[in-house]
């Protein structure tokens, strides 16, 4: 009841308030430049990694890549996308990390500047060197992602229709 109270209290008010015979007065100047934010996408250019450091304790290849765009308001509540391209030429096949083929997993850890990218043996054995491997990072701030709930992330081809990027 209370909250029935308090509803028909705010129509009552809103109702005084406006009056349509008011009219706008005159614009002001614009007011100053705010912080600066991350409202827009950011998708990188493919990137080679060919640069792998192995760790003996946990029988990995790393590949570290600097994203400055990635901040702690992105680590904590945007999103952050890795595809790796499996097959080049005009029309490349770009398919979301992590991804296991055979043995091989390939993943990736995200934080403040940049993105950690692994590989690894399912059966930890001793893996070979990955070679070289081309991704393509996609960084989502907080309220777009929240804008788009319904999209596949997943999936490359429709994360790239919405968020409107180049090839």
């Excluded at 590949?63 to 952050?80: F, R, Y």
């Excluded at 850890?109 to 590989?119: A, L, P, Q, S």
């Excluded at 777009?144 to 090839?167: C, G, I, R």
Aim: charged content about 15%.
């Amino acid at each position: 009841m209370k909250k029935l109270f308090y509803l028909f209290f705010l129509l009552a008010f809103t109702s005084c308030t406006i009056n349509e015979s008011d009219t706008p007065g005159p614009i002001g100047p614009p007011g100053p430049a705010g912080a600066p934010g991350h409202t827009n996408v950011v998708s990188t250019e493919p990137i080679l990694l060919r640069n792998w450091t192995y760790n003996t304790q946990y029988r990995w290849f790393a590949a570290d890549v600097n994203v400055p765009e990635l901040t702690p308001d992105i680590v904590d509540a945007g999103l952050v996308m890795v595809y790796q391209q499996i097959n080049g030429g005009q029309h490349p096949v770009w398919i979301p990390l992590p991804d296991t083929y055979g043995n091989v997993t390939t993943n990736y850890e995200f934080y403040d500047g940049g993105i950690t990218i692994y590989t690894f043996n399912v059966d930890n054995t001793i893996p070979l060197a990955p070679g070289e491997k081309v991704i393509r990072i996609v960084v989502i701030p907080p309220g777009l992602k929240k804008a788009n709930p319904n999209t596949n992330w997943h999936n490359f081809q429709e994360a790239k229709a919405v968020l409107k990027l180049a090839d």
